[in-house]
């Protein structure tokens, strides 16, 4: 197996398989509603919702980076869209566009070889290796806080929503 293939086949798994780490982002989503997706404790900058929204958005601008697209990165605004439609449909269409994200970034790792990565890619530090590797770290690292979230909401009936909790 290539570095390429254990690379993709690491991306996937975070997203719909069963990592080493334990539940898949997906997995953890399942059961989420826009209501609670878009809850803020007092103590978190950040919604399920504005995870999942950043996490679409960095995997977006990694397939970008590949393909060699990208435009150029505004720290703080390129990959933290606003959240502005609060409603169900719109909840669920956010954890597709996730999913999709996640889809399109592992399909464009497949199509490259492993000679690739030690070259410097347009628009971010370091090789695409540690470009590839940093990915799987982030995704991981909001899995966590997703994780932690989820926990949160479900043990503490919070009042208003997003922004506005009580937590």
């Given at each position: 197996m290539s570095e390429i293939e254990r690379i993709a086949g690491?991306?996937?798994?975070?997203?719909?398989?069963?990592?080493?780490?334990?539940?898949?982002?997906?997995?953890?989503?399942?059961?989420i509603t826009a209501d609670v997706a878009a809850r803020k404790p007092r103590w978190s900058a950040h919604t399920i919702w504005d995870l999942v929204a950043h996490l679409t958005a960095e995997l977006n601008y990694a397939r970008e980076v590949l393909e060699g697209t990208a435009e150029p990165w505004i720290e703080g605004v390129t990959t933290w869209p606003a959240v502005t439609d609060l409603s169900e449909p719109a909840w669920e269409q956010a954890v597709r566009d996730l999913d999709q994200a996640n889809r399109a970034l592992v399909e464009a790792v497949k199509q490259l070889d492993d000679a690739v990565l030690d070259r410097k890619p347009?628009?971010?530090r370091g090789p695409f290796y540690v470009?590839?590797?940093?990915?799987?770290?982030?995704?991981v690292y909001h899995a966590g806080q997703i994780s932690l979230l989820t926990g949160q909401m479900s043990l503490i009936e919070v009042e208003g929503s997003y922004g506005g909790s009580a937590l």
């Open positions: 690491l991306l996937a798994e975070t997203f719909e398989g069963q990592p080493y780490y334990g539940p898949s982002i997906l997995t953890m989503l399942e059961n347009i628009r971010v470009m590839l590797h940093g990915t799987l770290q982030h995704n």
